[in-house]
């Protein structure tokens, strides 16, 4: 089996506190979309925690342009 090529995909956050902001990411080593994503909030002790929804784009290759993320919580450490 060839080893999958790593890359990058651009993660759309649909609602929450991020609703309309964007990040680009990596793939999983698997060569999928992360699963679920922790951001760091403006405060160090504060991360927001999105969760990956159904909304997919893609552009000139078979693997996602474009993933929607949508708000899960606030994680206060």
């Known amino acids: 089996m060839a080893p999958i090529e790593s890359g990058s995909y651009t993660a759309k956050f649909t609602d929450g506190p991020l609703e309309g902001k ?3 990411t990596d793939f999983t080593p ?3 979309p992360q699963a679920r994503l922790t951001i760091p909030a403006s405060s160090d002790s504060k991360q927001y925690l999105y969760r990956r929804a159904s909304g997919v ?3 000139d290759s078979d693997r996602p342009s474009a993933v929607d993320y949508r708000y899960v919580e606030a994680i206060v450490r």
């Open 30 to 32: 698997a060569g999928d």
């Open 22 to 24: 964007t990040i680009r």
């Open 57 to 59: 784009e893609y552009g």
